[in-house]
């Protein structure tokens, strides 16, 4: 059974720069493609972005600009997302989901909808930025 745990939450000022780490646990052998999804108070979820299951691609959906960096290191089983310049709308609930990709497509589309549509998630973290 697969199970992802997310941290680096927290509180920050507005202009830090901080990374969430997702760690993905109960592993075997499987192809997963690995996203971020974000909840915040009051708002619906908003896709941020992923990255497929060898690491050859990232989609970041189109509301996010260009200050979050997603990214996978295999030999730890960790998926990480970066955020430069944080501001107060970045604050949510931040969750690492992953879904399997059995036929290896990796496209656009289905990268971007792991956040509505995916096999595991983790626990959210909390990122809280004050101006």
């Known amino acids: 059974q697969v199970q992802l745990l997310g941290s680096g939450g927290g509180l920050v000022q507005a202009g830090d720069s901080r990374r969430l780490t997702c760690a993905a646990s109960g592993l075997t052998d499987v192809k997963l493609a690995l996203g971020w999804f974000r909840e915040a108070s009051g708002k619906e979820r908003e896709c941020v972005g992923a990255?497929?299951?060898?690491?050859?691609?990232?989609h970041y959906a189109d509301s996010i600009k260009d200050r979050f960096a997603i990214s996978r290191d295999d030999t730890k089983n960790t998926v990480y997302l970066s955020i430069n310049n944080l501001q107060p709308e970045d604050t949510a609930v931040y969750y690492c989901?992953?879904?399997?990709?059995?036929?290896?497509?990796?496209?656009?589309?289905?990268?971007?909808?792991?956040?509505?549509?995916?096999?595991?998630w983790g626990h959210g973290t909390q990122r809280t930025v004050s101006s």
């Open positions: 990255v497929s299951w060898n690491g050859d691609k990232t």
């Open positions: 989901a992953a879904r399997h990709d059995y036929n290896l497509l990796s496209s656009t589309l289905f990268l971007h909808n792991i956040t509505y549509s995916h096999n595991y």
